[in-house]
């Protein structure tokens, strides 16, 4: 009797377990930091040996890579669907911050993760991943850029830089999550709402109908 497993089998095992590990990296990024994170910890978090992880990750750098990846893809995912769903960049743009915010507050140890891995992890050569500028485009910002430019096209929006503006809101987001002295001084709806209507006297070409909040 042949008992070995189909391949698709075998591969759906392997992105669970990948995925799994991945998860136990968040969460063990959320308690300790990156620097305190090692593998040995990643598998205490999730309950199997630090063998299983270096079988499937060469290193504590792809694992951070990959994680790194994920809580991208996994954001992305979240805000964009949620910005596509409105008619116009500006109604567009509202649901990109309302979202991004959103998702901080949904997932608080993604967003620990995320900013553990960004500002702590470095490449062999020592540059932090802040620094990096690999090629490839956040595909969030590059999300911004397009409702700035279209807002822009369509007449809603005033003219100015849209990668100045971009940097300047994405930022704006970032900070509510990686600055708890902010986050402790307000809550989710009140800087949600003033980056908004911060936002709006940035770009909208007409801001004497910008309604006070």
């Known amino acids: 009797m042949d008992t070995r497993r189909p391949k698709d089998e075998l591969t759906f095992i392997a ?8 998860h136990a990296a968040i969460a063990t990024l959320d308690r300790i930091g990156f620097q305190r994170t090692s593998l040995a910890q990643i598998a205490k978090e999730a309950g199997i040996s630090p063998a299983l992880i270096a079988y499937h990750f060469r290193d504590k750098n792809e694992l951070m890579d990959q994680t790194l990846m994920t809580l991208l893809a996994e ?18 743009l509202h649901a990109y911050i309302d979202a991004s915010l959103a998702y ?49 096209r369509t007449g809603a929006f005033r003219e100015f830089h849209v990668d100045v503006a971009a940097s300047v809101i994405q930022s704006a987001i970032f900070e509510f999550a990686a600055n708890r ?19 709006d006297r940035m770009v909208l070409k007409d801001t004497d109908r910008i309604p006070d909040r």
């Open 181 to 199: 002295t902010l986050s402790a001084k307000m809550d989710l709806e009140t800087y949600a709402a003033e980056l908004k209507r911060l936002v």
């Open 104 to 152: 901080q507050s949904l997932h608080p140890q993604r967003a620990t993760a995320l900013i553990e891995i960004v500002f702590h992890a470095r490449t062999p050569d020592g540059v932090p991943y802040y620094q990096l500028a690999d090629g490839e485009e956040d595909p969030l910002e590059s999300a911004l850029r397009q409702i700035l430019a279209e807002g822009q």
């Open 15 to 22: 992105e669970a377990r990948r995925t799994q590990i991945i």
């Open 75 to 92: 954001s992305a995912e979240y805000v964009l669907r949620r910005a596509e769903q409105a008619g116009t960049p500006t109604g567009r």
